[in-house]
């Protein structure tokens, strides 16, 4: 039976695949939304209302956020083409690819005419990938609504499914089967928690790395919605330092262009680095293996009751399995399979009891 249902979920998945994750994320965040929500309904004795004032209060948050980023970096977009003229530009690529011909070895390099058409034909390619982006924006806002909807039905309704999932559970083992769905929640809260305990150190690492560059004369800007937006991307285990690096890397080429000691700058003064883009990387390198390496295996680990090692051998196996999607359901999944075998051992060992 077991391999009928392996055989027949593996026909089956491709189609329902995309319905399981808006659901999977659904109950995700209802987990993280439920205290708030039974707190307020608590005080004003209307589920309806109390789901209504955390999702706008919510939603209120992101867009805050989101509009204040989009806000500051227009606003610092509008100054670099104040700033910098057409001429200027091609100026500077033209000493930045000189730079770079200078550096590579013989045989390698290339004339900035060379390196100039290499840029042009980049952006020309990031224009013919505009409809591809543009798609993927559109499915991506199009998943966020269903979840959304998904998830106010969930926190509306969730003592209610809670109740009819319990029934389904015989007399005999119904308390066992009310254990094993409290001891789920208390898992998934638990992994919810850790992972945003090390969202938030990322977000710290990466705001105390992009301070320290600024010491050594960076010129970056907008430090704390970098460190945020890494933080939050590392809910996506091993992903969020490197896509907070992409904004910082943007951000210190529009504050450094035409500064010459910004174009002559060399990382520990030997590999050069123009607009301190090696530094970036090499910072968020840093910050992305503390966090991998250390913070995740031990928070998560710890949150969810789970070995380090366990925590890595399940993002290991979950990314290998189902990319970056498998990392993220990994160790929560870790999580409930352990709940659920040792709820069953508990059964077994006291059969006789029940």
Do not use: C
Request: no cysteine.
């Amino acid at each position: 039976m077991g391999l009928l249902f392996v055989g027949f979920l593996s026909l089956v998945w491709p189609y329902i695949s995309n319905v399981v994750l808006i659901l999977v994320f659904a109950f995700l965040f209802t987990t993280v939304l439920l205290k708030s929500v039974d707190s307020i309904e608590r005080r004003i004795n209307n589920r309806g209302l109390s789901v209504l004032i955390v999702t706008v209060g919510l939603l209120a948050g992101i867009g805050l956020f989101i509009g204040s980023f989009i806000s500051e970096i227009s606003q610092q977009a509008t100054d670099f083409s104040n700033r910098i003229d057409q001429d200027t530009l091609t100026a500077e690529f033209s000493k930045l690819g000189a730079k770079i011909s200078a550096t590579l070895p013989e045989g390698m390099a290339t004339g900035s005419g060379d390196f100039s058409a290499a840029l042009s034909g980049f952006i020309q390619i990031v224009i013919e990938n505009l409809a591809a982006l543009a798609g993927v924006i559109g499915n991506f806002v199009l998943n966020a609504a269903m979840i959304l909807i998904f998830t106010i039905i969930l926190l509306a309704e969730y003592h209610h499914f809670k109740k009819v999932l319990v029934g389904f559970f015989s007399n005999k083992y119904f308390e066992v089967g009310l254990g094993l769905i409290y001891n789920i929640e208390k898992s998934v809260s638990s992994y919810l928690r850790g992972q945003f305990l090390a969202a938030a150190s990322v977000a710290v690492m990466s705001l105390v790395g992009l301070t320290i560059l600024n010491f050594t004369g960076a010129n970056l800007t907008l430090t704390v919605f970098i460190g945020i937006i890494a933080g939050l991307a590392n809910l996506i285990p091993l992903v969020g330092p490197f896509v907070g690096m992409i904004p910082a890397i943007l951000i210190a080429f529009m504050n450094n262009i035409g500064n010459d000691v910004a174009m002559a700058h060399q990382l520990f003064g030997v590999v050069p680095s123009p607009f301190y883009v090696l530094d970036i990387v090499v910072m968020f390198i840093i910050v992305q293996q503390i966090e991998g390496n250390l913070i995740t295996p031990t928070l998560v680990g710890k949150s969810v009751g789970i070995h380090p090692m366990m925590v890595m051998i399940s993002l290991i196996i979950g990314g290998t399995l189902m990319g970056p999607l498998g990392m993220l359901f990994a160790v929560p999944a870790t999580g409930i399979l352990k709940v659920i075998i040792h709820e069953i051992m508990f059964v077994r060992r006291n059969a006789h009891l029940l």
